[in-house]
Protein backbone atom coordinates (compact mmCIF):
# COMPACT_ATOMS: atom_id res chain seq x y z
CA UNK A 1 0.00 0.00 0.00
CA UNK A 2 1.23 3.57 -0.63
CA UNK A 3 -0.30 6.48 0.99
CA UNK A 4 -0.39 9.86 -0.57
CA UNK A 5 -0.88 13.55 1.05
CA UNK A 6 -0.96 16.17 -0.90
CA UNK A 7 -0.34 20.01 0.67
CA UNK A 8 -0.03 23.46 -0.31
CA UNK A 9 -3.34 24.27 -1.78
CA UNK A 10 -5.12 27.40 -1.29
CA UNK A 11 -6.19 30.92 -2.78
CA UNK A 12 -4.08 33.03 -4.74
CA UNK A 13 -4.75 36.10 -6.60
CA UNK A 14 -4.18 35.93 -10.51
CA UNK A 15 -0.24 36.17 -11.39
CA UNK A 16 0.85 34.77 -8.73
CA UNK A 17 2.56 31.38 -7.54
CA UNK A 18 2.06 28.17 -5.84
CA UNK A 19 3.44 25.18 -4.38
CA UNK A 20 2.02 21.70 -3.89
CA UNK A 21 3.55 19.13 -2.39
CA UNK A 22 2.82 15.56 -1.98
CA UNK A 23 4.01 13.28 0.23
CA UNK A 24 4.48 9.51 -0.35
CA UNK A 25 4.25 6.86 2.60
CA UNK A 26 4.27 3.27 2.82
CA UNK A 27 5.76 0.63 -0.04
CA UNK A 28 7.13 3.85 -1.94
CA UNK A 29 9.81 1.55 -3.34
CA UNK A 30 7.40 -0.02 -6.12
CA UNK A 31 6.78 3.43 -7.65
CA UNK A 32 8.18 4.58 -10.94
CA UNK A 33 5.99 7.31 -11.80
CA UNK A 34 3.93 9.42 -9.87
CA UNK A 35 1.66 12.77 -11.23
CA UNK A 36 -0.11 15.27 -10.81
CA UNK A 37 -3.83 16.00 -12.21
CA UNK A 38 -6.36 18.18 -11.62
CA UNK A 39 -9.97 18.68 -11.79
CA UNK A 40 -12.51 21.82 -11.95
CA UNK A 41 -16.12 21.92 -11.15
CA UNK A 42 -18.13 20.01 -14.16
CA UNK A 43 -15.06 19.07 -15.83
CA UNK A 44 -12.96 16.10 -16.43
CA UNK A 45 -10.07 15.24 -14.49
CA UNK A 46 -6.90 16.06 -16.59
CA UNK A 47 -3.16 15.46 -16.37
CA UNK A 48 -0.92 18.07 -15.05
CA UNK A 49 2.28 16.44 -15.38
CA UNK A 50 3.93 13.64 -14.71
CA UNK A 51 7.66 12.53 -13.07
CA UNK A 52 9.52 9.03 -13.37
CA UNK A 53 11.87 7.38 -11.57
CA UNK A 54 15.00 7.87 -14.51
CA UNK A 55 14.25 11.93 -14.74
CA UNK A 56 12.01 11.98 -17.41
CA UNK A 57 9.25 14.34 -16.66
CA UNK A 58 6.41 15.61 -18.82
CA UNK A 59 4.43 18.37 -18.49
CA UNK A 60 1.09 19.35 -20.61
CA UNK A 61 1.98 21.44 -22.93
CA UNK A 62 -0.92 24.01 -22.37
CA UNK A 63 1.03 24.60 -18.81
CA UNK A 64 4.51 24.69 -19.69
CA UNK A 65 6.38 27.68 -19.27
CA UNK A 66 4.27 27.90 -16.19
CA UNK A 67 4.26 24.67 -14.06
CA UNK A 68 7.11 22.69 -13.42
CA UNK A 69 7.51 19.38 -11.62
CA UNK A 70 9.79 17.66 -9.70
CA UNK A 71 11.13 15.20 -6.71
CA UNK A 72 12.94 15.28 -3.53
CA UNK A 73 13.74 11.08 -3.07
CA UNK A 74 14.96 11.72 0.49
CA UNK A 75 12.00 13.61 1.42
CA UNK A 76 9.33 11.02 -0.67
CA UNK A 77 7.93 14.04 -2.07
CA UNK A 78 6.89 15.10 -5.25
CA UNK A 79 6.10 18.62 -5.89
CA UNK A 80 4.13 21.18 -8.09
CA UNK A 81 5.88 24.64 -8.90
CA UNK A 82 2.80 26.64 -10.74
CA UNK A 83 3.71 30.23 -11.45
CA UNK A 84 1.89 32.95 -13.34
CA UNK A 85 -1.69 31.86 -12.01
CA UNK A 86 -4.61 32.45 -14.06
CA UNK A 87 -8.30 31.99 -12.92
CA UNK A 88 -8.70 28.86 -15.16
CA UNK A 89 -6.09 26.59 -13.23
CA UNK A 90 -8.52 26.87 -10.01
CA UNK A 91 -9.45 23.14 -9.62
CA UNK A 92 -8.76 20.39 -7.04
CA UNK A 93 -5.35 19.24 -7.58
CA UNK A 94 -4.66 15.28 -6.92
CA UNK A 95 -1.13 13.45 -6.93
CA UNK A 96 -0.98 9.97 -8.04
CA UNK A 97 1.32 6.83 -8.39
CA UNK A 98 -0.55 5.52 -10.91
CA UNK A 99 -2.77 3.40 -10.97
CA UNK A 100 -3.81 2.67 -8.06
CA UNK A 101 -2.97 5.54 -5.73
CA UNK A 102 -4.31 9.04 -5.66
CA UNK A 103 -4.02 11.12 -2.41
CA UNK A 104 -7.18 13.28 -1.16
CA UNK A 105 -6.47 16.32 -3.29
CA UNK A 106 -5.87 19.94 -2.68
CA UNK A 107 -7.90 22.86 -3.79
CA UNK A 108 -6.50 25.65 -5.53
CA UNK A 109 -8.21 28.62 -6.36
CA UNK A 110 -7.30 31.57 -8.18
CA UNK A 111 -8.95 35.12 -7.91
CA UNK A 112 -9.05 37.58 -11.22
Given at each position: QVQL?????????????????CTA????????????YRQ????????VAVSSN???TYVAE???GRFTIS??????????QMNTLKPEDTAMYYCTAPPDY???????????
Amino acid sequence: QVQLVESGGGLVQAGGSLRLSCTASGIIFSINTMAWYRQAPGKERELVAVSSNDGTTYVAESLKGRFTISGDNAKNTLYLQMNTLKPEDTAMYYCTAPPDYWGQGTQVTVSS
